[in-house]
């Protein structure tokens, strides 16, 4: 894993996530299929800038009291609580909802857990569970979840460090998250520094036939005379 320097952070975030995975497809092809999600999320503040942090895995139930009592309950919070302290910053949370047709029974997420996570350097969430308290999660904390609902009921958690799979995007713990109103995407370390410039270049090009289409008098011609420059664009 590479570390999340502030200008590869800042480069980032000049983009949403749609462009991510368009820059992806060129400077890694093999990944146009896949990396990320696919299923719909709730995203609860799509005002905010791109969340992109490393990511931190777990899994919750929520629609029955846990298997563990007592002592073993405690370690297991605990224990989650500090690995979502520890490895690199900032973080984000990817959560799987274990409880299959009642995933989103309860949720993990609200004005508590927010600003714990907030303070452990976790920017937000992404999950197949669900989220409340919104108007109280803590500022600038983004959250992509399935649904909104009320209650916490028996939620706790049950795994962490784990590899995951919500919104039908596997994650694993350490992966670099790029994610806005429109999903999530896997960035891969490797690749990380050359997306900022695969996508001004695609913006280049786009930007060649864009124009010609708002011009009056736009027709199949013109298209294909752009479809020629926007190659030309290196």
């Not at 570390?3 to 749609?18: F, H, R």
């Not at 649904?147 to 039908?168: D, I, K, M």
């Not at 370390?189 to 786009?206: F, M, P, S």
Request: net charge negative.
């Amino acid at each position: 894993m590479t570390q999340l320097s502030e200008d590869l952070m800042a480069d980032l975030q000049t983009l949403d996530t749609p462009t991510v995975c368009n820059a992806l497809e060129l400077v890694a092809p093999e990944r146009r299929g896949h990396g990320y999600t696919v299923n719909p999320l709730v995203c609860t503040r799509p005002g905010l800038p791109a969340l992109v942090a490393v990511a931190r895995t777990a899994c919750i139930r929520a629609a029955h009291p846990g298997d563990l009592k007592g002592k073993e309950a405690r370690q297991m919070n605990e224990g989650y609580y500090a690995y979502v302290d520890e490895g690199p910053k900032p973080s984000v949370m990817v959560i799987q909802d274990l409880d299959g047709t009642q995933r989103g029974y309860g949720s993990w997420w609200g004005e508590v857990n927010s600003n714990i996570h907030k303070g452990f350097g976790c920017l937000g969430v992404i999950t197949d569970g669900s989220v409340r308290d919104l108007p109280d999660i803590a500022d600038g904390f983004q959250m992509l979840a399935d649904r909104v609902g009320p209650s916490h009921a028996f939620v706790h958690p049950v795994s962490f460090g784990q590899p995951v799979t919500v919104a039908g995007l596997a994650v694993r713990s350490g992966d670099l998250v790029h994610a806005d109103q429109h999903g999530a995407v896997i960035v891969p370390w490797e690749v990380a520094t050359e997306v900022k410039a695969a996508a001004d270049l695609i913006a280049r090009r786009e930007r060649v036939i864009i124009s010609a289409a708002q011009e009056e008098g736009f027709d199949m011609a013109r298209l294909r005379k752009a479809w020629g420059g926007a190659a030309e664009v290196h």
